[in-house]
C-alpha cells in the first residue's frame, strides 16, 4: 500500500462550522488558531508505546486524545496523516539515560528474542486501538529499528555541526550550544526557560562525565564482551540510539519537518520533547512541530498509573469485568485531556452505564429520523466547543441536552448525534447491537470446578480461598443447588 493510500481515508461528512479551530500550544503557551503547514493536510505524530509489554490504561490515554485531534481535523476538513511510532529498542528509557533496557526486560521474562516480544506487544496495542475504535488502517505504525539509519544520519549532522561531544559511553548532545533549549516547558506554573533547565538539572545527576546534567545521549556504545541484543555498526562503533533520537528521525522521514501537531504525555515535556526539539532545530534548522499537545495523567489514588508503580490496569481486565471497551473512550472524555483524572471502576461502571444510555437513545433517534439530518444551532454548538481547544466534557454535556430536547425534530438530533459521534468515536451513529451476556473467562471457570470439587472433599479452606480469588477478580460468589454460581459484579 503506498503512502497515500494509508493517510486520509476517513472522510468528514459534517454540518459546516465556521467556529475557528483552536488547540493549546505548549510551545508559546497559548490557545492559537490550527493552520497546517501544507493547505488542505494536516500531519499528526504522537509518541508511541515501547513494545516489551501491554500498554496500560493511562497510556490509552494518549492514543485516545490523539484520535481525537485527528477526528476534529478531520471534520474540519483537513486529510490527515498520521504516525504513531512504534519503540522496539532496547533504549535506557529513563530521563536520565539510564535504566533498565525494556525489550530485554521483555525477553528475558517471556524466553522470546526482541523480536518476537516487539511483534507480539505491537499486535496487541493495535488490537487495543481498534477495541477503542482508532481506525488503525488510518495510522502508520513504524518500528524504531526499521529507521536506524536515519537516525544516524541525525546524529552526524549534529556532530558535524558542532552540537555533540564523546564519552567513555557513548556520544552526547552538547545543550549549552543550542540557544533555546528548555523552551518549552517554560509556559507551567511560574516558570521560565532557565528555571526548567534547573529543574531537570536537579532531577538528572547520574553520569558524571556529561557536561551539564541536562545533555543527553545520542548514540551509546555496546558495552565491551559479548554482543547486546540488539545492536547497530555505526560511525561510532557498535552500539544503539539514545531514546529521544528516534522520533526526531521518524517524524521527520515520514510526515516532513515541521509536524503539525506532535503529542504525548505531560511527562514529556521537560525531557523528550525538550530534546526532540533541541536535536531537530540543530541539526535541520528548522523546527520539529509547529502544535505541541499534551495530555495530562490518569491516576489511581493520586498515583499515575504505570507499570513501575504496580497499579497497572489493562483493556483486557475491562473487557474481562464486562465494560464496553468503549466505557474508557466515554470515560476519557468526560474530562478535558489537560485536566488529570482518576480512575475507579465505580467510574468506569458509570462511564458503561451512561455510554448504554447514549447508544440507545441514539438508535431510538435513528429510527425516528430514518437517517434524515437536518443541519441546526444544536450541531453547530456542539462543534464550537469540540473546535475550541477539544471542550469534550461540555460538548458530551450538550450532546445529551439535545437528545432530550423536545422542540428538536428528530433529524435535528440525529444530525447532532453524527457530527458529535465523528468526533468523540463512540459509535453513537452505528451503535452495537445490545450486548450478549459475556461467557466466563478459561480461569474462573476453572476455578468455579475445583471449588466445587474441594466443596465436595470438604476442603473448605481451599474453597474459601478460591471465593476470595474470584471475588478479587471482581465476581460474586454463591452456592447454588448445583455448586457455586458467579456473577459479575462490575466493578
Ligand atoms: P511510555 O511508553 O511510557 O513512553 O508512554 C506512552 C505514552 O503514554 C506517553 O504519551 C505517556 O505520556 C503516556 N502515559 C503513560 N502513563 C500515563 C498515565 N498514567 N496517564 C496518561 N498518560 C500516560
Ligand atoms: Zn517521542
Redesign the pocket.
Known amino acids: 500500500m503506498s503512502w497515500f493510500s494509508v493517510f486520509g481515508r476517513r472522510r468528514s461528512v459534517a454540518t459546516k462550522s465556521n467556529a475557528p479551530l483552536l488547540l493549546s500550544n505548549a510551545l508559546t503557551g497559548r490557545k492559537e488558531i490550527f493552520t497546517p503547514n501544507k493547505a488542505g493536510i494536516a500531519t499528526l505524530y ?5 513494545v516489551y509489554s501491554k ?2 490504561i ?2 490509552l ?2 492514543y485516545i486524545f490523539s484520535d481525537t485531534i485527528s477526528r476534529l481535523l478531520t471534520q474540519a476538513g483537513y486529510r490527515v496523516r498520521r504516525v504513531i511510532n512504534i ?1 522496539d529498542v532496547g533504549h535506557l ?1 529513563s530521563d536520565a539515560d539510564e535504566g533498565e533496557d525494556k525489550m530485554q526486560v521483555g525477553s528475558k521474562r517471556e524466553g522470546l528474542s526482541a523480536e518476537e516480544i516487539a511483534s507480539k506487544y505491537t499486535k496487541v496495542f493495535i488490537d487495543d486501538l481498534s477495541a477503542l475504535n482508532v481506525d488503525t488502517n488510518d495510522v502508520r505504525f513504524p518500528k524504531a529499528t526499521e529507521y536506524i539509519q536515519e537516525q544516524i544520519v541525525l546524529i552526524q549532522l549534529l556532530e558535524q555541526k558542532g552540537y555533540t561531544y564523546k564519552t567513555s559511553d557513548g556520544i552526547y548532545f552538547d545543550t549549552s550550544k543550542f540557544p533555546g533549549y528548555g523552551a518549552l516547558d517554560s509556559h507551567g506554573a511560574a516558570h521560565t526557560r532557565e528555571a526548567a533547565v534547573a529543574d531537570i538539572g536537579r532531577r538528572i545527576t547520574a553520569n558524571k562525565e556529561k557536561h551539564l546534567p541536562a545533555d543527553f545521549a545520542l548514540w551509546r556504545f555496546s558495552p565491551p564482551g559479548p554482543a547486546r541484543a540488539q545492536e547497530w555498526q555505526s560511525p561510532w562503533g557498535r552500539g544503539f540510539p539514545g531514546w529521544h533520537v528516534e522520533c526526531s528521525a521518524m517524524a521527520r522521514a515520514l510526515l516532513g519537518q515541521p509536524v503539525d501537531i506532535h ?6 515535556i521537560p525531557v523528550h520533547h525538550t530534546n526532540e526539539i533541541a536535536q531537530s532545530e540543530a541539526a535541520y534548522g528548522t523546527p520539529l512541530a509547529r502544535f505541541w499537545m499534551h ?5 489511581i489514588n493520586g498515583e ?3 507499570k513501575s508503580l504496580g497499579n497497572d490496569i489493562y483493556l483486557s481486565d475491562i473487557i474481562e469485568r464486562g465494560f464496553h471497551p468503549l466505557s474508557l473512550r466515554y470515560f476519557f472524555l468526560q474530562a478535558h485531556y489537560s485536566t488529570s483524572m482518576s480512575f475507579t471502576w465505580d467510574a468506569l461502571k458509570a462511564s458503561d452505564e451512561a455510554l448504554r444510555r447514549l447508544w440507545k437513545l441514539a438508535r431510538d433517534t435513528r429510527a425516528l429520523s430514518s437517517e434524515r439530518r437536518t443541519p441546526s444551532d444544536a450541531s453547530r454548538r456542539i462543534m464550537a466547543l469540540l473546535r475550541d481547544d477539544l471542550s469534550t466534557p461540555q460538548a458530551l454535556a450538550l450532546l445529551w441536552e439535545v437528545l432530550r430536547d423536545d422542540e428538536l425534530t428528530p433529524a435535528q438530533q440525529w444530525d447532532a448525534v453524527t457530527v458529535a459521534d465523528e468526533v468523540f468515536g463512540l459509535r453513537l451513529s452505528n451503535p452495537p447491537a445490545a450486548a450478549a451476556p459475556q461467557p466466563l473467562p478459561e480461569d474462573i471457570e476453572e476455578m468455579v470446578q475445583e471449588r466445587d470439587q474441594a466443596r465436595n472433599n470438604r476442603d473448605f479452606a481451599r474453597a474459601d480461598q478460591l471465593r476470595i480469588h474470584m471475588e478479587n477478580r471482581g465476581y460474586r460468589v454463591d452456592d447454588g443447588p448445583s455448586g457455586t454460581v458467579v456473577t459479575l459484579e462490575r466493578g
Not at 46 to 50: A, D, I, K, L, V
Open positions: 504522537s509518541c508511541g508505546p515501547t500498554a496500560q493511562g497510556n490515554r494518549a519503540t528509557v503529542t504525548g504525555g505531560i511527562d514529556h495530555q495530562a495523567f490518569l491516576t499515575k498509573v504505570s
